[in-house]
Protein backbone atom coordinates (compact mmCIF):
# COMPACT_ATOMS: atom_id res chain seq x y z
CA UNK A 1 0.00 0.00 0.00
CA UNK A 2 1.59 3.39 -1.06
CA UNK A 3 2.34 6.06 1.58
CA UNK A 4 0.02 9.30 1.61
CA UNK A 5 2.05 12.41 0.89
CA UNK A 6 1.53 15.20 3.14
CA UNK A 7 0.20 18.79 2.85
CA UNK A 8 2.27 21.24 4.28
CA UNK A 9 0.45 24.65 3.72
CA UNK A 10 2.07 28.22 4.34
CA UNK A 11 -1.03 30.52 5.88
CA UNK A 12 -0.75 34.15 6.82
CA UNK A 13 -1.35 34.65 10.41
CA UNK A 14 -2.29 37.36 12.61
CA UNK A 15 1.16 38.43 12.89
CA UNK A 16 3.41 36.13 10.61
CA UNK A 17 3.48 33.03 8.48
CA UNK A 18 2.24 29.90 10.09
CA UNK A 19 2.60 26.31 8.63
CA UNK A 20 0.44 23.59 8.91
CA UNK A 21 0.53 20.37 8.16
CA UNK A 22 -2.30 17.23 7.30
CA UNK A 23 -3.48 14.69 5.08
CA UNK A 24 -5.98 15.79 2.24
CA UNK A 25 -8.58 14.07 3.74
CA UNK A 26 -7.87 14.84 7.02
CA UNK A 27 -7.91 18.07 9.58
CA UNK A 28 -4.83 20.35 9.61
CA UNK A 29 -2.67 20.75 12.34
CA UNK A 30 -0.55 23.94 13.35
CA UNK A 31 3.18 22.92 12.96
CA UNK A 32 4.48 26.24 13.89
CA UNK A 33 3.62 29.85 14.31
CA UNK A 34 5.86 32.46 13.11
CA UNK A 35 6.59 36.34 13.05
CA UNK A 36 8.36 36.24 10.29
CA UNK A 37 6.23 38.73 7.58
CA UNK A 38 8.12 37.19 4.46
CA UNK A 39 7.71 34.13 3.02
CA UNK A 40 11.32 34.06 1.91
CA UNK A 41 12.88 34.02 5.28
CA UNK A 42 10.86 30.74 6.75
CA UNK A 43 13.28 28.13 7.88
CA UNK A 44 12.08 24.48 9.02
CA UNK A 45 9.43 23.96 6.44
CA UNK A 46 8.18 20.35 6.89
CA UNK A 47 8.76 17.84 3.86
CA UNK A 48 5.40 17.19 1.75
CA UNK A 49 3.59 18.70 -1.02
CA UNK A 50 3.88 22.50 -0.20
CA UNK A 51 0.57 24.90 -1.18
CA UNK A 52 1.18 28.52 -0.52
CA UNK A 53 -2.12 29.97 0.56
CA UNK A 54 -2.21 34.58 -0.28
CA UNK A 55 -3.04 36.90 1.66
CA UNK A 56 -6.05 38.59 1.28
CA UNK A 57 -4.12 42.20 0.80
CA UNK A 58 -2.23 40.52 -2.10
CA UNK A 59 -5.39 39.98 -4.24
CA UNK A 60 -7.68 41.81 -5.73
CA UNK A 61 -11.19 40.60 -5.91
CA UNK A 62 -13.75 41.90 -8.72
CA UNK A 63 -17.39 40.19 -8.87
CA UNK A 64 -19.43 40.41 -11.85
CA UNK A 65 -22.80 39.23 -13.59
CA UNK A 66 -21.94 37.63 -16.78
CA UNK A 67 -24.96 37.11 -19.45
CA UNK A 68 -23.50 33.23 -20.04
CA UNK A 69 -23.31 29.48 -18.53
CA UNK A 70 -20.25 28.67 -20.24
CA UNK A 71 -17.88 28.32 -17.75
CA UNK A 72 -15.03 27.99 -20.92
CA UNK A 73 -15.95 31.83 -21.16
CA UNK A 74 -15.77 33.34 -17.80
CA UNK A 75 -12.03 33.64 -18.01
CA UNK A 76 -12.21 36.55 -21.10
CA UNK A 77 -14.92 38.20 -19.90
CA UNK A 78 -13.61 38.42 -16.17
CA UNK A 79 -10.16 39.90 -18.39
CA UNK A 80 -12.44 42.30 -20.29
CA UNK A 81 -14.32 43.41 -17.12
CA UNK A 82 -10.73 44.01 -15.31
CA UNK A 83 -9.43 46.12 -18.21
CA UNK A 84 -12.11 48.56 -17.94
CA UNK A 85 -11.34 49.00 -14.55
CA UNK A 86 -7.77 49.58 -15.48
CA UNK A 87 -6.54 45.85 -13.66
CA UNK A 88 -3.97 44.09 -16.31
CA UNK A 89 -1.51 41.51 -14.64
CA UNK A 90 1.47 41.47 -16.12
CA UNK A 91 1.57 38.70 -18.75
CA UNK A 92 5.12 37.55 -18.08
CA UNK A 93 5.21 37.06 -14.67
CA UNK A 94 2.65 33.33 -14.68
CA UNK A 95 -1.39 32.66 -14.06
CA UNK A 96 -1.66 35.52 -12.00
CA UNK A 97 -6.12 35.34 -12.67
CA UNK A 98 -8.58 32.42 -12.08
CA UNK A 99 -12.35 33.08 -11.75
CA UNK A 100 -14.86 31.31 -9.19
CA UNK A 101 -18.83 30.88 -9.69
CA UNK A 102 -20.87 32.47 -7.30
CA UNK A 103 -24.30 31.18 -8.07
CA UNK A 104 -25.61 30.65 -10.92
CA UNK A 105 -29.33 31.89 -12.34
CA UNK A 106 -31.43 31.74 -15.30
CA UNK A 107 -30.49 34.27 -17.74
CA UNK A 108 -26.71 34.79 -15.77
CA UNK A 109 -24.01 33.39 -13.68
CA UNK A 110 -22.64 35.29 -10.78
CA UNK A 111 -18.40 35.30 -10.77
CA UNK A 112 -15.68 36.27 -8.58
CA UNK A 113 -13.04 37.47 -10.69
CA UNK A 114 -9.44 37.08 -8.56
CA UNK A 115 -5.88 38.94 -9.83
CA UNK A 116 -3.23 38.31 -8.05
CA UNK A 117 0.21 40.74 -7.29
CA UNK A 118 2.71 39.79 -9.27
CA UNK A 119 5.13 38.38 -6.23
CA UNK A 120 8.23 40.62 -5.57
CA UNK A 121 11.46 39.99 -3.81
CA UNK A 122 10.63 38.10 -0.36
CA UNK A 123 6.95 37.07 -1.58
CA UNK A 124 7.56 33.26 -2.31
CA UNK A 125 9.20 30.78 -0.06
CA UNK A 126 12.53 28.97 -0.14
CA UNK A 127 10.70 26.03 -1.27
CA UNK A 128 9.09 26.00 -4.58
CA UNK A 129 5.27 25.43 -4.20
CA UNK A 130 3.47 22.94 -5.63
CA UNK A 131 0.00 24.90 -5.69
CA UNK A 132 -1.11 28.30 -4.40
CA UNK A 133 -4.57 29.62 -3.83
CA UNK A 134 -5.81 32.52 -1.26
CA UNK A 135 -6.22 32.49 2.76
CA UNK A 136 -10.10 33.64 1.91
CA UNK A 137 -11.02 30.07 0.16
CA UNK A 138 -9.10 27.95 2.82
CA UNK A 139 -11.96 28.92 5.46
CA UNK A 140 -15.05 28.28 3.76
CA UNK A 141 -18.43 29.34 5.64
CA UNK A 142 -21.81 28.24 5.11
CA UNK A 143 -24.91 29.82 4.06
CA UNK A 144 -24.56 34.16 3.56
CA UNK A 145 -21.54 34.90 6.05
CA UNK A 146 -18.94 37.95 7.11
CA UNK A 147 -15.87 36.30 8.55
CA UNK A 148 -13.10 39.08 10.00
CA UNK A 149 -9.77 38.19 10.94
CA UNK A 150 -6.32 39.63 10.89
CA UNK A 151 -3.25 38.62 8.78
CA UNK A 152 0.04 40.60 9.21
CA UNK A 153 -1.54 42.84 11.64
CA UNK A 154 -3.96 44.16 9.28
CA UNK A 155 -7.51 43.34 9.59
CA UNK A 156 -9.27 41.51 6.52
CA UNK A 157 -12.90 40.40 5.80
CA UNK A 158 -14.34 37.95 3.55
CA UNK A 159 -18.21 37.80 2.42
CA UNK A 160 -19.40 34.17 1.21
CA UNK A 161 -23.53 33.69 -0.44
CA UNK A 162 -24.82 29.98 -0.21
CA UNK A 163 -21.31 28.99 0.95
CA UNK A 164 -19.84 30.36 -2.05
CA UNK A 165 -16.66 32.95 -1.86
CA UNK A 166 -17.78 36.11 -3.15
CA UNK A 167 -15.64 39.14 -2.24
CA UNK A 168 -12.53 39.75 0.38
CA UNK A 169 -10.90 42.52 1.06
CA UNK A 170 -7.29 43.74 3.43
CA UNK A 171 -8.37 47.34 5.22
CA UNK A 172 -6.26 49.63 6.94
CA UNK A 173 -7.70 48.87 10.17
CA UNK A 174 -4.54 47.48 13.20
CA UNK A 175 -6.42 48.23 15.78
CA UNK A 176 -6.82 45.68 18.16
CA UNK A 177 -10.35 45.24 18.06
CA UNK A 178 -12.69 45.65 15.18
CA UNK A 179 -13.34 49.78 15.26
CA UNK A 180 -15.93 51.72 13.32
CA UNK A 181 -13.36 52.62 10.15
CA UNK A 182 -13.49 48.72 9.68
CA UNK A 183 -17.47 48.83 9.79
CA UNK A 184 -17.39 51.13 7.25
CA UNK A 185 -15.24 49.55 4.79
CA UNK A 186 -17.33 46.04 4.99
CA UNK A 187 -20.73 48.37 4.84
CA UNK A 188 -18.64 50.10 2.01
CA UNK A 189 -18.29 46.91 0.20
CA UNK A 190 -21.91 45.52 0.81
CA UNK A 191 -22.81 48.54 -0.60
CA UNK A 192 -20.61 48.56 -4.13
CA UNK A 193 -22.17 44.80 -4.55
CA UNK A 194 -25.32 45.52 -4.12
CA UNK A 195 -24.96 48.13 -7.05
CA UNK A 196 -23.96 45.19 -8.95
CA UNK A 197 -27.01 43.55 -8.67
CA UNK A 198 -25.05 41.09 -5.60
CA UNK A 199 -27.52 41.70 -2.56
CA UNK A 200 -25.51 40.24 0.25
CA UNK A 201 -27.31 39.90 3.79
CA UNK A 202 -24.98 38.35 6.20
CA UNK A 203 -26.83 35.71 8.61
CA UNK A 204 -23.44 35.27 10.62
CA UNK A 205 -20.51 37.44 11.66
CA UNK A 206 -17.81 35.49 12.86
CA UNK A 207 -14.83 37.44 14.25
CA UNK A 208 -11.82 35.15 14.50
CA UNK A 209 -9.13 36.05 16.81
CA UNK A 210 -5.97 34.67 18.84
CA UNK A 211 -6.87 37.19 21.98
CA UNK A 212 -9.33 36.92 24.85
CA UNK A 213 -9.66 40.65 25.11
CA UNK A 214 -11.10 41.34 22.01
CA UNK A 215 -14.45 43.52 21.74
CA UNK A 216 -16.90 42.92 19.26
CA UNK A 217 -19.11 45.94 19.63
CA UNK A 218 -18.31 48.16 16.76
CA UNK A 219 -19.30 45.52 14.52
CA UNK A 220 -22.18 44.57 16.59
CA UNK A 221 -23.51 48.24 16.58
CA UNK A 222 -23.17 48.22 12.43
CA UNK A 223 -24.97 45.23 11.68
CA UNK A 224 -28.04 44.04 13.01
CA UNK A 225 -26.50 40.32 13.04
CA UNK A 226 -25.09 38.58 16.32
CA UNK A 227 -21.05 38.49 16.30
CA UNK A 228 -19.54 35.20 17.03
CA UNK A 229 -16.30 35.31 18.98
CA UNK A 230 -13.77 32.14 18.35
CA UNK A 231 -10.20 31.68 17.37
CA UNK A 232 -9.89 31.18 13.74
CA UNK A 233 -10.54 27.39 13.22
CA UNK A 234 -7.97 25.56 11.10
CA UNK A 235 -7.52 25.70 7.18
CA UNK A 236 -9.13 23.42 4.76
CA UNK A 237 -7.59 22.95 1.58
CA UNK A 238 -9.48 24.87 -1.31
CA UNK A 239 -11.15 22.37 -3.67
CA UNK A 240 -10.94 22.34 -6.35
CA UNK A 241 -7.21 24.52 -6.03
CA UNK A 242 -7.27 27.62 -7.73
CA UNK A 243 -5.07 27.94 -11.14
CA UNK A 244 -2.81 30.64 -9.76
CA UNK A 245 0.41 29.58 -10.71
CA UNK A 246 2.79 32.78 -10.01
CA UNK A 247 5.92 32.76 -11.85
CA UNK A 248 9.73 33.57 -10.50
CA UNK A 249 10.31 37.04 -11.25
CA UNK A 250 14.00 36.50 -10.21
CA UNK A 251 14.09 33.59 -12.47
CA UNK A 252 12.66 35.58 -15.16
CA UNK A 253 15.09 38.33 -15.10
CA UNK A 254 18.27 35.85 -14.89
CA UNK A 255 16.49 33.80 -18.09
CA UNK A 256 16.13 37.30 -19.84
CA UNK A 257 19.63 37.96 -18.86
CA UNK A 258 20.85 34.91 -20.83
CA UNK A 259 18.88 35.69 -23.69
CA UNK A 260 20.31 38.70 -23.72
CA UNK A 261 23.48 37.11 -23.42
CA UNK A 262 23.45 34.70 -25.93
CA UNK A 263 22.20 37.98 -28.75
CA UNK A 264 25.29 39.21 -28.21
CA UNK A 265 27.16 36.55 -28.26
CA UNK A 266 25.74 35.48 -31.87
CA UNK A 267 25.96 38.84 -32.98
CA UNK A 268 29.63 38.79 -32.21
CA UNK A 269 30.35 35.71 -33.71
CA UNK A 270 28.36 37.04 -36.74
CA UNK A 271 30.18 40.00 -36.90
CA UNK A 272 33.77 38.04 -36.72
CA UNK A 273 33.10 35.65 -39.36
CA UNK A 274 31.85 39.16 -41.56
CA UNK A 275 35.30 40.70 -40.62
CA UNK A 276 37.14 37.29 -41.90
CA UNK A 277 35.13 37.45 -45.07
CA UNK A 278 35.90 41.41 -45.50
CA UNK A 279 39.89 40.82 -44.50
CA UNK A 280 39.75 37.92 -47.17
CA UNK A 281 37.93 39.94 -49.79
CA UNK A 282 40.20 42.76 -49.45
CA UNK A 283 43.17 40.62 -49.62
CA UNK A 284 41.17 39.58 -53.23
CA UNK A 285 40.91 42.79 -54.16
CA UNK A 286 44.40 43.69 -53.50
CA UNK A 287 46.11 40.84 -55.80
CA UNK A 288 43.47 42.05 -58.32
CA UNK A 289 46.07 43.38 -60.87
CA UNK A 290 47.85 39.45 -60.17
CA UNK A 291 44.95 38.21 -61.13
CA UNK A 292 44.18 40.20 -64.74
CA UNK A 293 47.98 38.82 -65.59
CA UNK A 294 46.56 35.01 -64.37
CA UNK A 295 43.77 35.53 -66.55
CA UNK A 296 46.01 36.07 -70.11
CA UNK A 297 48.62 33.25 -68.85
CA UNK A 298 45.69 30.88 -68.28
CA UNK A 299 44.93 30.42 -71.74
CA UNK A 300 48.75 28.98 -72.68
CA UNK A 301 49.01 27.14 -68.58
CA UNK A 302 45.86 24.86 -68.50
CA UNK A 303 46.78 23.75 -64.66
CA UNK A 304 46.98 27.95 -63.64
CA UNK A 305 43.84 28.02 -65.16
CA UNK A 306 41.65 25.09 -63.45
CA UNK A 307 43.48 26.05 -59.87
CA UNK A 308 41.78 29.91 -60.62
CA UNK A 309 38.40 28.40 -61.58
CA UNK A 310 38.71 26.25 -58.64
CA UNK A 311 39.06 28.62 -56.58
CA UNK A 312 36.23 30.93 -58.16
CA UNK A 313 33.85 27.92 -57.03
CA UNK A 314 35.00 28.27 -53.67
CA UNK A 315 34.48 31.73 -53.79
CA UNK A 316 30.96 31.21 -54.85
CA UNK A 317 30.40 28.82 -51.67
CA UNK A 318 30.52 31.78 -49.19
CA UNK A 319 27.74 33.54 -51.27
CA UNK A 320 25.72 32.27 -49.01
CA UNK A 321 27.18 33.01 -45.87
CA UNK A 322 28.90 36.63 -47.22
CA UNK A 323 24.61 37.32 -48.15
CA UNK A 324 23.34 39.41 -45.03
CA UNK A 325 19.82 37.72 -46.04
CA UNK A 326 20.89 34.43 -45.04
CA UNK A 327 22.61 35.92 -41.62
CA UNK A 328 20.92 34.04 -38.12
CA UNK A 329 20.66 37.54 -36.37
CA UNK A 330 19.22 39.35 -39.34
CA UNK A 331 16.84 36.19 -39.36
CA UNK A 332 15.89 36.24 -35.72
CA UNK A 333 15.36 39.49 -36.27
CA UNK A 334 12.51 39.39 -38.61
CA UNK A 335 11.28 36.67 -36.35
CA UNK A 336 11.18 39.11 -33.59
CA UNK A 337 8.96 41.66 -35.22
CA UNK A 338 6.38 39.13 -36.01
CA UNK A 339 5.86 38.96 -32.06
CA UNK A 340 2.66 40.19 -30.50
CA UNK A 341 3.32 43.18 -28.25
CA UNK A 342 2.18 42.97 -24.81
CA UNK A 343 1.83 39.67 -25.34
CA UNK A 344 3.27 37.35 -23.27
CA UNK A 345 4.38 35.50 -26.76
CA UNK A 346 8.27 34.21 -25.70
CA UNK A 347 10.78 32.17 -28.30
CA UNK A 348 12.23 29.48 -25.93
CA UNK A 349 14.39 28.01 -28.78
CA UNK A 350 15.12 29.44 -32.33
CA UNK A 351 17.40 26.59 -34.14
CA UNK A 352 18.19 29.07 -37.57
CA UNK A 353 20.44 28.50 -40.41
CA UNK A 354 20.25 29.79 -44.04
CA UNK A 355 18.00 27.07 -45.02
CA UNK A 356 15.59 25.82 -42.17
CA UNK A 357 14.31 27.86 -39.11
CA UNK A 358 12.72 25.63 -36.08
CA UNK A 359 11.25 27.64 -33.56
CA UNK A 360 10.40 26.47 -30.01
CA UNK A 361 7.92 28.91 -27.31
CA UNK A 362 5.46 29.65 -25.65
CA UNK A 363 2.88 32.26 -24.30
CA UNK A 364 -0.22 32.11 -21.66
CA UNK A 365 -2.64 33.01 -24.54
CA UNK A 366 -4.09 30.93 -27.66
CA UNK A 367 -4.68 34.02 -29.51
CA UNK A 368 -0.86 35.34 -29.22
CA UNK A 369 0.38 32.26 -30.89
CA UNK A 370 -2.64 32.18 -34.02
CA UNK A 371 -1.37 36.08 -34.31
CA UNK A 372 2.36 35.20 -34.19
CA UNK A 373 1.48 32.29 -36.89
CA UNK A 374 -0.30 34.94 -39.28
CA UNK A 375 2.70 36.99 -39.20
CA UNK A 376 5.15 34.96 -39.80
CA UNK A 377 2.88 33.66 -42.98
CA UNK A 378 2.78 37.38 -44.27
CA UNK A 379 5.73 39.07 -43.37
CA UNK A 380 7.44 39.58 -47.20
CA UNK A 381 11.26 39.53 -45.63
CA UNK A 382 10.28 35.83 -44.45
CA UNK A 383 8.10 34.74 -47.45
CA UNK A 384 11.14 32.25 -48.99
CA UNK A 385 10.56 29.78 -45.99
CA UNK A 386 7.52 27.67 -46.25
CA UNK A 387 6.13 27.72 -42.78
CA UNK A 388 4.94 24.25 -40.58
CA UNK A 389 2.17 25.43 -37.89
CA UNK A 390 0.72 22.57 -36.27
CA UNK A 391 -1.44 23.44 -33.70
CA UNK A 392 0.13 24.58 -30.12
CA UNK A 393 -0.44 22.26 -27.09
CA UNK A 394 -1.64 23.87 -23.72
CA UNK A 395 0.11 23.37 -20.86
CA UNK A 396 0.42 24.77 -16.95
CA UNK A 397 1.62 27.74 -18.00
CA UNK A 398 -0.50 28.75 -20.65
CA UNK A 399 0.51 27.17 -24.20
CA UNK A 400 3.51 25.54 -25.98
CA UNK A 401 4.10 26.04 -30.05
CA UNK A 402 6.89 24.42 -32.43
CA UNK A 403 7.36 25.97 -35.07
CA UNK A 404 9.39 24.89 -38.77
CA UNK A 405 10.31 26.99 -42.06
CA UNK A 406 12.10 25.83 -44.81
CA UNK A 407 13.26 27.01 -47.98
CA UNK A 408 11.52 24.93 -50.72
CA UNK A 409 14.18 22.08 -52.58
CA UNK A 410 13.80 23.37 -56.16
CA UNK A 411 12.99 19.88 -58.26
Known sequence: MSKTTENVLLVPGESGWEIWTGQTSS????????????ASALTGIPGGDLLLLFPVKAVTAVPMRVTSDDDALFPDLAALHAERLGLRPDPMA??????FVIAREAE????????LRAPGDGDM???????????????????DALAVWKEFGR?????????????CQATSATADSPDADLAREIRLALIQLSMQGLEISPTRIHLWSGSDTIDPAALSAAFSTPVEVARRPAPTLPSPLSKLLPADVRAARRAADRRKNVIIGVAAIALL?????????????????????????????????EAYALHIAKWDELAEAVDLA????????????????????????ADISAAEVKLTG???????????????????????????????????????????????VAP
Open 27 to 38: EFTLHSSTAISQ
Open 94 to 99: GQLTDV
Open 108 to 115: NTAVVSIL
Open 125 to 143: PPRGPKGFDISARAYPLKG
Open 155 to 167: WVFSLFHQGNLVY
Open 273 to 305: YLGIIGWFTYGLWRDNSETKQLLLQAKQAAPEG
Open 326 to 349: NSPVDILKRIADCIPPSSGLRLKI
Open 362 to 408: EAPEFKAINTFSLNLANNTDLKKFEWQTPQPNQSTRGWDFQYTGQIP
